[in-house]
């Protein structure tokens, strides 16, 4: 005789039958139904919590705007991956501006020595983003991770330092470029100012809070005539937009670093270039312009002065850029407060021997193998400055920073960078 068990629960499927009328059975059935509903009640509570979970990460991911460009999981693994240490004592750092010309050689040095590095950009177009994308292949092949997000985007920085402890924060970010601050001056407040504030912001309230070190710049001096630019000569007198700019950066960070215990570096660059450069400046035109046959604009300064630049070559850049996160120092805030004095550094980092421009042409000229057409123009009033020269002796004393690549040295290494990444093939396109 089959048990009450082998009738309510036959081992064939499909023969499943009830006999409602059965005593048992009705209380059996009461039960039963109660748990599907139940079951079903659980399921659906579990849908809506799943669904409320993707939506809170879809909305983390974004913005208010709703894009999904960071956020989730699989982000903040990928974060955690690139941002681990491979050396004792490495540092761990946010590198802003990571698809950027001295960003990228930065990351990729950090890396290269053991340190965990996550980077952040916006890929904006001021110049051709798909060179910024090629720098992004690259840090990826040596297992970077670059953001793609907004400095302005409060936040995504908030969960960055969620995710992250970063020990230190490299920020290049920024609008760069003198002359084109006439064409579109917010973008220079929205990057060096509002952006500045905003990474200010959150690396203050981070726990423990970062060290800072940023790209300020020889433009600060501005006006000022008397040479080699030390960094007690006076910087209140810009000449560009951009330099005020960076400028209002150094006062900003010096605030930071005075309530809130943030330590802070700040570097003035002094027209940094090489392999992986920046289209818009002089020396990368002109090689584009030479090579394509077309003229060349060189100014000049007041009474047919040439004008010079400390050129300043990127290897010797990212030398100071570590030694400046290696000798930062903590900062010294927690919760928001500051608990003791930390350090507020400033550095110039050029190469000590300025260069005028028509002598940069020359030596371009030289690499290329290719007369330059070239129209000598007075110098408008653009912001430009007749010449930079940098005294580097703090930086030398305390960064342990010594340049050791001169212009025709360095301008060799970017213009064999240029002729492989542009396809050239003995001066000529390849097709
Ligand atoms: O040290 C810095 O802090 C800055 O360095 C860089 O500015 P600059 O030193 O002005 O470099 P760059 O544009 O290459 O012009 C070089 C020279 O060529 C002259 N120049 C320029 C263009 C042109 O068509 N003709 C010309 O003669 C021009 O008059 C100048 O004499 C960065 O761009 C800037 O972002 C910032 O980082």
């Given at each position: 005789m089959p048990s009450l068990q082998d009738e309510l629960f036959p081992s064939t499927p499909g023969k499943f039958k009830i006999d409602r009328n059965h005593p048992m059975n009705r209380h059996f059935h009461r039960c039963f139904a109660s748990t599907t509903t139940m079951f079903f009640w659980a399921l659906f509570l579990i849908a809506l919590t799943a669904s409320y979970l993707s939506f809170q990460s879809f909305v983390d991911s974004g913005s208010r705007y709703f894009s999904v460009s960071w956020g989730g999981i699989q982000w903040e693994k990928q974060l955690r991956h690139s941002a681990q240490t491979h050396r004792p004592n490495g540092l761990s750092v946010l590198v802003t501006g990571a698809?950027?010309?001295?960003?990228?050689?930065?990351?990729?040095?950090?890396?290269?020595?053991?340190?965990?590095?996550?980077?952040?950009?916006?890929?904006?177009?001021?110049?051709?983003?798909?060179?910024k994308k090629a720098r992004k292949s690259l840090l990826s092949d040596h297992g970077i991770f670059v953001v793609h997000g907004d400095l302005n985007d409060a936040r995504l920085l908030e969960k960055l330092f969620d995710v992250v402890v970063f020990s230190h924060v490299m920020h290049l970010a920024a609008q760069a470029g003198v002359r084109y601050a006439m064409e579109n001056p917010n973008s220079y407040v929205h990057s060096n100012i509002a952006g500045l504030v905003t990474l200010l912001e959150a690396c203050k309230s981070a726990n423990p809070q970062p060290a800072v070190v940023w790209a300020s710049s020889s433009s600060v001096y501005g006006l000022n005539e008397k040479v080699p630019f030390s960094e007690s000569d006076r910087t209140d007198q810009p000449?560009?937009?951009?330099?005020?700019?960076?400028?209002?950066?150094?006062?900003?960070?010096?605030?930071?670093?005075?309530?809130?215990?943030?330590?802070?570096?700040?570097?003035?660059?002094?027209?940094?270039?090489?392999?992986?450069?920046?289209?818009?400046?002089?020396?990368?035109?002109?090689?584009?312009?030479?090579?394509?046959?077309?003229?060349?604009?060189?100014?000049?300064?007041?009474?047919?002065?040439?004008?010079?630049?400390?050129?300043?070559?990127?290897?010797?850049i990212v030398k100071g850029c570590l030694g400046s996160l290696d000798t930062s120092g903590k900062s010294t805030g927690s919760g928001g407060k500051k608990t003791g004095p930390a350090a507020y550094r400033i550095f110039n980092l050029g190469n000590t021997s300025p260069v005028t421009v028509p002598t940069l042409v020359s030596i371009l000229e030289r690499h290329l193998k290719v007369k330059a057409k070239k129209n000598m123009v007075e110098m408008p009033g653009n912001g430009d400055v007749p010449f930079t020269h940098a005294n580097i002796s703090s930086a030398r004393k305390e960064l342990g920073y010594k340049p050791t690549t001169d212009l025709q040295t360095g301008l060799k290494k970017f213009v064999r960078w240029y002729l492989s990444y542009y396809g050239y093939n003995h001066g000529k396109p390849v097709n």
């Open positions: 698809a950027g010309f001295v960003g990228t050689h930065v990351s990729l040095a950090l890396k290269k020595r053991g340190d965990g590095v996550v980077g952040l950009d916006n890929f904006n177009s001021y110049y051709d983003p798909s060179l000449a560009s937009l951009y330099a005020a700019t960076k400028k209002a950066g150094e006062e900003i960070t010096h605030t930071y670093n005075h309530i809130y215990g943030l330590s802070i570096t700040g570097l003035r660059f002094f027209t940094v270039y090489g392999p992986w450069g920046r289209p818009d400046m002089a020396y990368f035109s002109f090689t584009r312009n030479i090579l394509q046959g077309k003229p060349i604009t060189v100014f000049r300064g007041k009474n047919r002065v040439d004008l010079a630049r400390d050129f300043t070559y990127i290897d010797d």
